[in-house]
């Protein structure tokens, strides 16, 4: 079968002033193209453009809230301004992260229902939280889990490692997944990346296990 049209479910564009220059510097260090984008971050025609040149008829732009990283809190607002404009082709995912905001629940809601977001991301590794740290006693974040279920907004969690600087890969374990499909089982989960490179059986375990589950496998070099 030929494939027509197809969306493009993760690519990372985050505001250039949040980002912190030694993520920068690595990002350019590895794709020297991106200098464009850091130079005119309000302009999202170069992206259509190249989304056109692959037949792809949207993107979703992740980004998220993470100390590691630099974004804050305000990264919602400036996925929803970068995507605008875009006649829906960008679909602008956010984050709150539940181990800052004790209200990540109302703030996510408020998001969502505003438009401003469409999806949610869970970066572990860069939020510095474990995705299940709602067992620990993190009640923000079963409360965000909650909201994520009831309104069914897909959620894409990171699973794998991260070699930025101060990242804790030991949060992309898969497995911590499988008690947030157990806990919340009507929540639309999205694995991103299959647990790269060293979780993929984990991963293929969960696909198995649980039928409410999408697997991503952006930047996945082995196969899953």
């Known amino acids: 079968m030929e494939l027509k049209e197809y969306i493009d479910c993760h690519l990372h564009f985050h505001s250039p002033k949040m980002t912190k220059k030694i993520i920068k ?7 020297p193209s991106f200098a464009n984008f850091f130079e005119n971050p309000g302009d999202n025609g170069p992206i259509l453009g190249f989304l056109d040149a692959l037949d792809c008829k949207k993107a979703w732009i992740i980004n998220y809230e993470s100390p590691v990283m630099g974004y804050t809190i305000e990264t919602n607002e ?12 960008l679909i602008p995912i956010g984050s709150v992260n539940p181990a800052i905001h004790e209200d990540a629940a109302e703030l996510l809601q408020n998001y ?4 401003m977001i469409k999806g949610v991301k869970v970066h572990g590794p860069h939020q510095l939280i474990k995705p299940n740290a709602y067992l620990d006693g993190l009640a ?12 069914q907004i897909p959620t ?10 101060n990242a804790r ?15 919340f089982p009507q929540m ?11 979780w993929t059986r984990e991963a293929e375990y969960l ?7 999408e697997i991503g496998r952006a930047s996945c070099r082995e196969r899953v």
């Open 140 to 151: 923000a974040q079963r409360k965000l889990y909650s909201v994520v279920e009831d309104l």
């Open 112 to 115: 969502y229902e505003s438009g």
């Open 25 to 31: 510097d690595m990002i350019l260090s590895e794709i």
């Open 188 to 198: 639309i989960v999205i694995m991103a990346h299959g647990g790269r490179p060293f």
């Open 207 to 213: 696909m198995a296990k649980f039928i409410n589950q």
């Open 78 to 89: 400036w996925v929803a301004d970068f995507c605008s404009g875009s006649n829906n082709r």
């Open 156 to 165: 894409i969690f990171h699973t794998g490692t991260s070699v930025f600087p």
């Open 169 to 183: 890969s030991k949060f992309g374990d898969p497995m911590m997944l499988e008690d947030i499909l157990i806990d």
